[in-house]
């Protein structure tokens, strides 16, 4: 998938609309571990161009899908999106905070 190529090569404001269009795409299929990859896939673009928030609402959509699916790679892959998000949001916080005492 082109997306996923942007990906490795840090591209990720082109990989966006890709996985924007992969999303809409598993949506209509109802493919819910089609969706899933996909979210998952969508949330660490997401992450990357530090929008953490909507990071988040994707991998928690991953994650309830990961709920109805019931296989255990699927919830240990979300457990483990959802941490490097708790992890990324958490350098986020310091790094804010530590700029805010520099300016102080």
Sequence with gaps: MLASLYVRQKLPSKALP???????????????????WTLNGHSTVLEAL????????????????????GFTMYLA???RRLS??????????RLTACRRKRRS
Excluded at 84 to 93: C, F, G, K, N, Q
């Design 18 to 36: 890709l996985f924007d269009e992969n999303v809409a795409l598993y949506e209509q299929l109802d493919n819910p571990i089609g969706l899933w």
């Design 50 to 69: 530090g929008r953490l928030d909507a990071a988040r609402r994707d991998a928690e959509r991953a994650n309830g899908l990961a709920k109805k699916i």
């Design 77 to 79: 892959g979300s457990t």
């Design 84 to 93: 490097e998000l708790a992890a990324a949001e958490e350098t986020s916080s």
